[in-house]
């Protein structure tokens, strides 16, 4: 059964568009990993300043050997190095999405979820 991540990142809206930036940037840090099924980045647009952060994993144990790599390491020490405090996937990795001079996000919270059903479109 496949296991959904939502990281819930709180963005003042003058750090949206940098936001976005990292995330641009951020691509194949995470599509190689065992178990990875899906990652979107959803903008808000109802007046919130709340992004999130959907992946979606074969497991949850996929979902933690990702977070015990030498990748998801490697990508938050660069973060780091670049004076952030964190990128983030709820587990105890500081606030924000940090690749960049800081953080982007002023808070993140990980929503977890197992998808009992799904259905693809109809062609």
């Known amino acids: 059964m496949s296991v959904v991540k939502i990281n819930v990142l709180t963005v003042p809206a003058a750090m949206r568009e940098e936001l976005e930036r990292r995330f641009a940037g951020r691509a194949g840090m995470v599509e190689s990993a065992d178990g990875f099924e899906w990652f979107e980045l959803l903008r808000p647009v109802d007046g919130t300043e709340r992004y999130l952060v959907y992946t979606r994993w074969r497991s949850e144990e996929d979902f933690q050997a990702w977070q015990q790599s030498q990748e ?14 964190g990128h983030g996937h709820g587990q ?12 982007a996000a002023s808070g993140s919270e990980l929503w977890t979820f197992e998808v009992v059903e799904s259905a693809p479109p109809k062609a």
């Open 92 to 103: 105890g990795h500081g606030q924000g999405h940090g690749h960049g001079q800081g953080p």
């Open 72 to 85: 998801f390491a490697r990508g938050h020490a660069r973060a780091a190095g670049e004076g952030a405090q």
